[in-house]
């Protein structure tokens, strides 16, 4: 059998009964350690385990799949997940190739940040489709996801942005040449996420394009959701870009029409007392600093 | 301390190491018993934890939020709630009640559907906005979900639909005469849903209006998700209307645009053997039996 666990999104006593007496079980258990992490890492695990892991980077899921399926249909192997197994990233192929091999999985839930966001008063049915904000690079900058918080702006609702992560990247330079050498893993935070926006947004003002949102508009960052030091905070997209909200993972929303107890939830993390105070509406229901 | 505690979708299992132990060490602990179930009841959990569970309907929370809050300044509450604490229905108000009263809160977060949708190897970041389907009766038939999965497939989005549960409610009869007799709890199943969906369809086709589905549009049901025995079916919104998915929960999905991955891992679920091979593209990725 093939257990693919989510391991929430907080710590070590952030799985479930159910998926730590499966790790326990398991002939062998892997960690996917590229697409989310936890605020601990490897070590933490092993020791609340009591057993080794076995860390699994992008390159081995997507090429040695085989390897952690091997031997997955007489013996039990566990797949470990920060968040949940079908979360911002999928995991739908190491279940495609297990039943093609004839295994069987299961699948062990827990909470992603795309429903752990609602605890910053937001509701879960005013989002819309969610984007993910990349990197910038001095040559590539990518508006694409802008043009996503507009339809769904249009539509009144709320956006997640998930924040770009760069584990294990190669720079072009040892790309090109070969060279396994690895760059510092990158975590994009709430305050990048939102100079990348202002950015977009006085572009779209010089060509004299609609906006969608401004440096006025009410968003909320979020850091290591359900951890003990997680910060929310709530202010306009400019107070969010100068805002420290410390180590990673981060989020960001773009609110979308804001009903008056969602209001209330988000005044709980407002950046400065003032700040969401006298908004002023610009419709029925959708508000600015 | 007020804790907000999820217990995911399964059975006594599913809470977390964490959610566990802060069960233990709480004055009281509230089972919220009206927006979703378990498929194991307030006996095994009382059995599991090892201690007595207060059942809390909406009236409870609603009207006697400060019976539910007494003394969680100085000793500890927990309030349980099937899936996360912010899942389909918010809990803001008690929290912001909790606020008021001066007293702390911390939520420990859990699988939603929402995010364990993604089991049936449709892509989350697919998604739109999702809807409730409402039971209809013979005098009130909304179909407001409609024109948001419209939207949705206009976009390309899949859409969840959360199904109606019906707890705890009076007969109109009983309402008036004021009498505290309640009718059976119901659950929308998966066929009820899709029968209401294929009224409206032939409704609109009859006013000549846009289909923005039709009868052969691909559909998944999902009931109990998480549980041992959750059962997944892919096949057109026809199909769906006949087939018996068991005991609640259950949901459902119309898809949008369907990438090649998430065809193959719809495939594994297929109703027939036959009924998502030979799909038509009405362009390119939106597909139709």
């Known amino acids: 059998m093939l257990y693919l666990i989510g391991l929430g999104l907080g710590d070590t006593k952030d799985i479930t009964i159910k998926g730590l007496e499966i790790v326990k079980k398991c002939t062998r258990v892997y960690l996917e350690a590229y697409t989310s992490i936890l605020t601990v890492g490897k070590d933490a695990l092993e020791e609340f385990y009591g057993r080794e ?43 495609l190739r297990a039943v093609n091999a004839g295994i069987q999985y299961r699948v062990v839930h827990n909470a ?8 910053c008063g937001l509701q879960l049915y005013n989002f819309g489709e969610m984007v993910s904000i990349v990197f910038w690079t001095d040559t590539w900058k990518p508006e694409s996801f802008y043009d996503k918080i507009q339809r769904n702006r249009e539509n009144g609702m709320h956006t997640l942005c998930l924040l770009d992560i760069k584990v294990k990247e190669q720079s072009m330079e040892n790309l090109l040449r070969g060279r396994k050498i ?7 935070s709430v305050s990048q996420a939102a100079e990348q ?13 609609d906006l969608a949102f401004t440096e006025d508009t009410v968003c909320v960052g979020l850091a290591r959701v359900g951890a003990e030091d997680q910060a929310i905070r709530a202010g306009t997209l400019r107070q969010l870009a100068s805002c420290d909200l410390g180590g990673p993972l981060h989020s960001l929303i773009v609110t979308g029409h804001l009903h008056p107890l969602e209001l209330d939830m988000l005044r709980l993390f407002a950046i400065e007392s003032t700040a969401l105070r006298d908004l002023k509406m610009l419709d029925s229901s959708t508000y600015t600093s």
Chains 1, 2 share one sequence.
């Open 53 to 95: 892991l076995i860390l699994a980077d992008r390159d081995m899921v997507e090429q040695e799949a085989d390897e952690i399926l091997k031997g997955a249909d007489v013996s039990d192997v566990a797949f470990l997940v920060v968040g949940d197994p079908f979360g911002a990233t999928t995991h739908s192929d190491l279940v």
């Open 197 to 209: 926006l202002l950015e977009i947004v006085q572009n779209r003002r010089e060509r004299k394009e």
């Open 182 to 188: 690895y760059e510092p893993p990158r975590y994009m």
């Open 112 to 119: 992603s940040i795309m429903n752990a966001v609602g605890c």
